[in-house]
């Protein structure tokens, strides 16, 4: 192992804080240590941590000095034995200035290219560490890479099943990553129905979206290392691209796990947006018409396909962070996320995935209307390199004999 | 400005200690602080700094513990101004281990995916202090799309003159990120000599390869990061895939200034192996037949687009680096080079561009034939994400119905 990987690894023990994990929904408790997928009740569950130990024993500038990216978080994190660490090279994500008083977290600098690599990093070496074996999960693309990659390391076996439109580029890095990959007649919520059915009769365990409890928790560190970028502070609004949301979710406990530790020096929590396409934008009308919980939607349609998530089991998760934030859900049409593409990539030199632009572009309508002041700090969320996304065709020739 | 990239900035003034720069084959002595492409005697320029008073002045370990990715390393950087520094979120890149005693330095991390963004970060800056307006350059593809999202977002104009088979998605992103892009019918030395011969016209500066003299300080800074990252010592064997060689020859200038700086806690240089491709391999035939020189080499064909280059005008400098080091030039097969690449996928997770492969599967042919030992340390070159090349297609089909 590199110097850099054992130290994030924390040697070979790792002190870890957790002490049960508890239903989503109802707060009921569960033991640590054993394999769960929903609650008994059918819900999320969340992992928790003793944060006054915790705030005892561990020095926060200690933590963000570590190498290892999202590994560094390891008292905050479930994994018990540094062996079980799956690393392949993880990085703090820059924030990268994309006009005034706003910055986008570029995670496509991740492996595998997004955000995925994080939640996925950390839900493999639980089942590493737990002893599960096969693995498999519906996946529009991403998600489905960084589960191949980080299997493929920790030596354990995946099946990523697809919808048929699948960007090419994602069923192709999944495969050679070693994953089975199997393209399907259908939207991801009926390939989860296939691949749950199959985990019942034993084939492997469901990997799903909020269907194992560990994702979450790599999620989160996307709130522990924008708050420590930005001083031990955060900005004043965040922009989230919201498919499944584990994404807020995970900041949202991030924040709240922050506080309780007391490492933040401004406990100001950002106002948290929840932005999806304008075809495919469930949890927009549940947020507008006050419900707990988003109806599936009808008819998905949206060139940004990470955030093409009909029916999130997470739904009131996200609903109650949006709603507790202060902050709002909001959509924006295919043409004007495409738009924000083009102008950051030709104007601010950076080349953002649709889910990324879809949240610049929601920031430009909020700054526009008011809702995002001029003096306000916001932070969107590219969460993959542009580059697995189709771009405008190049035509113009040059005649070198000319 | 973000906090982290100010701090990397170096404030308003950055302490800088270039006192001149020479002629890479004659030494003579040029201006710093003025324009200058080759040398008066047609060769690449080299710039030097007076490293006894930067030795004095500036500590390693709180260099290595600043932020901003190769931007930290100023004090051994040409830019003057604070305000110069063009910056889209440099990180350092990781190094991932891809087998016993072998590690990736996975460069695809950087903005634009890739290691050019080194040289053209500093170069582009270096024309933004210097008064420069317009830059082109003949391109086969990462080169292409780092200058166009670096000079996009300085302000400056840019223009990618690349071969017609150059990869679809390089010429997109490239335009994408504000470049004009011209798909000429040439290979990249054609385009060169196009862009040259406008350059004299004075339509614009010719920003190609080692043609001025901040592109190799940029790529320099990997074997400052490496250095740091081992501790401040070096790897026994680097291989790294050979086209214009500017990283090749930039790394070896680091680890003489790093000894000079008396930085190197173990002062033993690595064994430098320039790879190249069977189908296009002037430096290795160079090398075997002891010249100082390269000739073109005709026909040159080989899936690894960024080392097919059949003209460097650097050869002498990686011939040079290559004897000094006691290492060689070695070329490998298309085949073996995408079977590295699948192989790596599967068994590490980790997917490789075919430049980095090459490296690869060059260093699992020296293991096997002895030329490196099971106790060495290597370190192969994964000069991009590999995201950005072909990839086997996925067939297998899935019927949810059944």
């Known amino acids: ?22 239903c989503g929904m109802t707060g009921a408790r569960l033991e640590a240590g054993r394999v769960h997928g929903l609650s008994p009740d059918g819900w999320p569950i969340l992992v928790r941590y003793d944060l006054q130990a915790a705030k ?33 090279g993880e990085v703090d994500t820059p924030l990268v200035s ?18 995925k690599a994080r939640g996925l990093a950390v839900a493999v070496a639980m ?3 737990l ?10 693309g991403n998600a489905g890479a960084a589960l191949s990659a980080y299997a493929a390391r920790a030596g354990l076996s995946a099946t990523a099943v697809c919808p048929d439109d699948t960007p090419e580029i994602n069923l192709r890095e999944t495969a050679l990553q070693g994953a089975e990959v199997l393209r399907a007649n259908g939207l991801i919520h009926q390939c989860g129905a296939w691949v749950k059915a199959r985990a019942e009769e034993g084939r492997w365990f469901d990997f799903s979206t909020l269907k194992e409890p560990y994702r979450i ?8 290392e924008l708050a420590a970028q930005w001083g031990w502070a955060l900005p004043d609004v965040i922009f989230y691209p919201t498919g499944g949301g584990t994404g807020l979710i995970g900041m949202w406990k991030a924040f709240a796990e922050l506080i309780e530790l007391g490492w933040l020096d401004d406990e100001s929590r950002p106002k948290m947006v929840a932005v999806q396409a304008e075809g495919c934008a469930p949890i927009v009308r549940a947020w507008k018409a006050g419900e707990r919980h988003a ?24 609903l ?20 924000a593409r083009a102008r950051c990539a030709a104007e601010s030199g950076l080349l953002l995935c649709p889910e990324g632009a879809a949240c610049l572009a929601a920031y430009e309508a909020c700054r526009a209307d008011g809702r995002v002041a001029a003096s306000d700090s916001a932070v969107v969320f590219n969460c993959a390199t542009g580059l697995k996304y189709p771009m405008p065709e190049v035509t113009t020739r040059l005649d070198l004999n000319s």
Request: charged residues 30%.
């Open 127 to 129: 089942a590493k560490e």
């Open 217 to 224: 928790e790599g999620k989160k560190t996307m709130g522990l």
């Open 295 to 318: 109806a599936e939607w009808k008819d998905a349609t949206t060139v940004a396909m990470g955030i093409r998530v009909p029916k999130a089991i997470g739904d009131f998760l996200i």
């Open 1 to 22: 192992m590199h110097e850099a990987d054992h130290e994030a690894a924390g040697g070979s023990r790792r002190p870890n804080f957790v002490t049960h994990l508890e």
């Open 320 to 339: 109650d962070a949006v709603r507790e934030s202060g902050g709002w859900a909001q959509a924006v049409s295919d043409a004007a996320l495409l738009d």
């Open 56 to 88: 005892a024993r561990v020095d926060r500038d200690a933590v963000w000095a570590r190498g290892g990216g999202f590994w560094k978080w390891r008292e905050l994190l479930p994994v018990r034995e540094a062996d079980n660490v799956v690393a392949l």
């Open 131 to 140: 002893g599960l074996t096969r693995l498999a999960m519906p996946t529009n």
């Open 98 to 115: 994309v006009g005034p008083g706003v910055w986008a977290k570029d995670e496509g600098r991740l492996p595998t290219g997004s955000f």
